[in-house]
């Protein structure tokens, strides 16, 4: 059993940045690829960004290429998700996850274990 816990959530104005952590516990964390999704209201969690748990190769989703990166701390079982230039279209609930495999066309397949959340929301 893996528990993940993420922290760094918050209210912040457009522009900002945020960073986002999610401390896992459990099995060896570098056996995971992590992922981060998220869910506004009245959508479908969607896929953010994804880092390989030993090569570090990441995957992004169009609309936070170039403003978000995710990073990885095997030594600590943390993994990040550094936001910058955030927009009210970025409001979500953010859920870290740990992955045994990633198809890009359907990410969430792949998870095993997720995190119980946090709440960004950015105002205009």
């Known amino acids: 059993q893996v528990q993940l816990v993420e922290t760094g959530g918050g209210l912040v104005q457009a522009g900002d940045s945020l960073r986002l952590s999610c401390t896992t516990s459990g099995r060896t964390f570098s056996n995971y690829d992590m992922g981060w999704f998220r869910q506004a209201p009245g959508k479908e969690r969607e896929f953010v960004a994804l880092?390989?748990?030993?090569?570090?190769?990441?995957y992004y989703q169009n609309r936070v290429k170039g403003r978000f990166t995710i990073s990885r701390d095997n030594a600590n079982n943390t993994a990040y998700l550094q936001m910058n230039s955030l927009q009210p279209e970025d409001t979500a609930v953010y859920y870290c996850a740990a992955m045994n495999y990633f198809i890009s066309s359907q990410p969430v397949r792949g998870v095993q274990y997720w995190g119980q959340g946090t709440q960004v929301t950015v105002s205009s």
């Open positions: 880092i390989r748990g030993i090569s570090g190769v990441t």
